[in-house]
């Protein structure tokens, strides 16, 4: 069960670690000095031996520093809970979902996203215009909107100064139907109500049918964050990032403004992280006037009392609701679905459009020979959720990532990181270590997410299987 204590360590002393939790939580409430409260009960107890005192009280060097038998807060700050007088439900890790071992091709590219207008020699200047977006890693979802704002100034620039035509005399197709191809092919729309917009994609059945729950997009976790793309942007090229994620979060305001946010999946969350963990996805990747910085204090797991972490306030952009949205957004615009496999740059030149925009995500890298685009491997558990948790925690431990969305209707623990392409038959003592890496974390064991432990490149693995190339791996 969540709530069981580990079973390691040295031998439990009765009352222990109760008193620990009361002493410091009592101490939060009434806004006093955390060293009072401990001279108090200490006084009591004058036998407490200090290595029993850790590990019983599940202290951390980075949230109090111990001398002797008394706790001294590590900072002049005062410590403070992040919910006071609040414990929030953990997850059920038992409630296993239906399919809820799933694996996902994250598509990744060194240098981040490619957005721009190819100016190669082989496209016919003033005929044809190509523009490319993919290569979002595991962003997509949240820079979908940006990229695709970006995308509609290309289009009407192209048809402005190169093709001079109106949007109504215009043929554009989107070739690719994930997260980063679906919205770019709406704003569109939303732009210019009067332009042919065509989706051409693998995942389209023959009858013209889209099929969003084929796109790597569908089994993104969703949350709101630059996460595995923002390092691409460094040292002086993150304005360009923070451009697109400044984009995107216009028209979750636009969204929110309008009431229609939940129509597309889109809910405030917040996010919890260990103190001792990397935020800087948040922190760099994201601009201060969009996800501000983040309040700490004691997080507000009852597991975790005594354990300093952050608090993020982010959003959660749930796949499942958002993908069916925007198709039903194009269907209703008429906007016609294709199915079309493109294996070639020649054959993505040779499609019959005005403007041709390139979202394939991880199958434009042998389309277009793009070497800096790689498969980043991803491996999830779904869990049901019940009790509505509405919060998110995320972080890593040592070697992996952990993290834990709980989203409309279920919840997503992820997660791994694996440089490699295989995602069929994989063991499911896999999946089961993922489960129990977030669940020890939240039993109160975070020895593996000690402060200073290294961080490992991604793990790779053999490539037994190739990825389709065109029109399916929509971006994460």
């Known amino acids: 069960m969540a709530w069981q204590r580990r079973r390691e360590g040295p031998p439990k002393r009765p009352g222990l670690r109760r008193f620990v939790v009361v002493a410091l939580v009592t101490a939060l409430e009434a806004d006093v000095n955390v060293k009072s409260i401990f001279k108090k009960h200490v006084s009591r107890r004058k036998m407490i031996d200090r290595r029993h005192f850790l590990a019983g009280s599940s202290l951390t060097v980075g949230s109090l520093a111990v001398s002797g038998l008394s706790a001294q807060p ?15 439900q953990i997850p059920d890790f038992s409630a296993l979902a239906n399919d809820s071992f799933r694996t996902g091709l994250r598509p990744f590219r060194a240098g981040g996203v490619r957005l721009e207008t190819d100016r190669g020699a082989d496209i016919r200047r003033g005929r044809k215009v190509l523009i490319h977006n993919y290569g979002h890693g595991g962003a997509g979802i949240t820079l979908s909107w940006g990229c695709a704002d970006r995308v509609k100034e290309m289009v009407a620039e192209a048809l402005r100064d190169t ?6 005399a215009a043929r554009v197709v989107v070739v690719g139907a994930g997260a980063v191809g679906l919205t770019t092919a709406a ?10 917009v065509i989706v051409q994609a693998e995942n389209v059945s023959p009858a013209g049918t889209p099929l969003p729950h084929k796109s790597t997009s569908w089994i993104a ?18 304005y360009e990032l923070h451009d697109l994620v400044r984009r995107s979060h216009r028209r ?10 939940r129509q597309y999946g889109v809910v405030d969350r917040k996010n919890y992280i260990l103190e001792t963990e990397d935020g800087r996805g948040f922190e760099r990747g994201i601009p201060p006037d969009v996800v501000p910085p983040p309040r700490q204090g004691l997080l507000p797991f009852l597991p975790l009392a005594t354990v300093l972490g952050k608090e993020y306030s982010t959003w959660l952009i749930n796949p499942t609701i958002m993908l069916p949205k925007l198709v039903a957004d194009l269907r209703a615009a008429n906007v ?28 434009a890298g042998a389309m277009l020979n793009d070497a800096d685009v790689k498969p980043i491997r991803g ?8 009790g509505q948790l509405k919060y998110m925690f995320s972080g890593g431990c040592g070697d992996e990532a952990a993290y834990m969305f709980a989203r409309q209707n279920d919840i997503v623990i992820g997660g791994t990181y694996h440089e490699c392409e295989n995602v069929d038959d994989l063991p499911e003592e896999s999946y089961r270590a993922v489960l129990r890496r977030m669940q020890r974390i939240f039993s109160g064991d975070i020895s593996e997410c ?6 490992l490149p991604p793990q790779r693995c053999n490539l037994t299987r190739r990825v389709p190339t065109a029109g399916f791996a929509g971006s994460s």
């Open 379 to 386: 491996q999830l558990v779904i869990l049901n959720n019940p």
């Open 252 to 261: 979750i305001l636009e969204l929110k403004r309008q009431g229609r946010q």
């Open 450 to 455: 000690v402060a200073g432990r290294p961080t």
């Open 336 to 363: 016609r679905f294709e199915q079309r496999n493109v294996r070639s740059r020649m054959e993505l030149i040779g499609i019959d459009a005005d403007i041709i925009v390139n979202c394939t995500g991880l199958g």
């Open 74 to 88: 590590a900072s002049t700050r005062p410590i403070t809970a992040l919910r006071p007088g609040e414990w929030l």
């Open 163 to 168: 093709l001079q035509k109106q949007p109504a």
């Open 187 to 196: 704003e569109l729309k939303r732009w210019a109500p009067a332009i042919s």
């Open 221 to 238: 976790g969703g949350q709101f964050e630059p996460s595995g793309i923002w390092r691409q942007y460094l040292p002086d090229r993150l």
